[in-house]
């Protein structure tokens, strides 16, 4: 089982819908938990941290699970240029980073 | 912007030569990191630094090494290029909040 989880999609979705991806991680020790954006031929942006509360910005909120160990980010009222690959991410240990390789996402018009 | 760059940002090299790639932050910040993304994989760690001259393996670090002898700088050298080792290369830096920030990165071909 990889460490660290994702549906590499693609996720083809209208202008306007609500998309949903998860993440799913083998380590119930991770500490921190994220959710980055790349873009093509571009490097990883952080998009936001994930709070054992769950948290909210603008159209995007994310969730951590941990009795079912996975993380989840939902879009809401997607745009054309939320498309990108999402990338999860578990922190370790504090210096150790284990990175998903990605769910791609197309918005289409 | 966390104020990380990398150079070169593109390099082409042949099999058996030295190559060093070079990251810079201006944000004094203790931990940096050294990545290579290849299609089909998440980012992997080669090597990180933990403080001037503290540095360690990452699970791809076979064929590297490295050398942080300013906070501000850490380099990453491949002592003889293999074809294995194209690939894009990114940097990081930790913040205090365990947040990753990455540099633009290195495509590296290894003809």
């Known amino acids: 089982r990889k460490e660290v989880e994702q549906d590499p999609g693609p996720f083809n979705v209208p202008e306007g819908a609500t998309v949903a991806f998860n993440c799913t991680y083998s380590?119930?020790?991770?500490?921190?938990f994220f959710w980055y954006r790349q873009d093509c031929r571009k490097e990883p942006k952080l998009l936001m941290s994930?709070?054992?509360s769950g948290n909210e910005d603008g159209r995007f909120t994310a969730q951590l699970n941990r009795a079912s160990q996975y993380i989840s980010l939902l879009i809401r009222d997607s745009k054309l240029s939320d498309s990108a690959t999402y990338l999860c991410?578990?922190?370790?240990?504090?210096?150790?980073?284990?990175f998903g390789t990605g769910t791609r996402l197309k918005v289409l018009a | 912007d966390a104020g990380i760059t990398q150079s070169p940002r593109h390099k082409v090299t042949e099999t058996g030569t030295p190559v060093t790639l070079r990251c810079h932050q201006t944000?004094?910040?203790?931990?940096m990191y050294w990545y290579r993304q290849d299609p089909g994989h998440g980012l992997r760690l080669i090597h990180y630094s933990y403080g001037v001259k503290d540095t360690d393996k990452g699970e791809v670090s076979d064929g590297y090494s490295v050398s942080r002898s300013k906070t501000e700088d850490f380099l990453l050298t491949l002592e003889s290029a293999t074809s294995s080792q194209t690939s894009v290369y990114f940097c990081?830096?930790?913040?205090?909040?365990?947040?990753?920030?990455f540099g633009p990165g290195t495509r590296l071909t290894v003809l």
């Open positions: 380590n119930s020790a991770s500490q921190s």
């Open positions: 994930v709070y054992s």
């Open positions: 944000e004094n910040h203790r931990y």
């Open positions: 991410v578990v922190n370790d240990r504090g210096y150790k980073y284990i």
């Open positions: 990081a830096i930790k913040t205090e909040y365990n947040e990753q920030f």
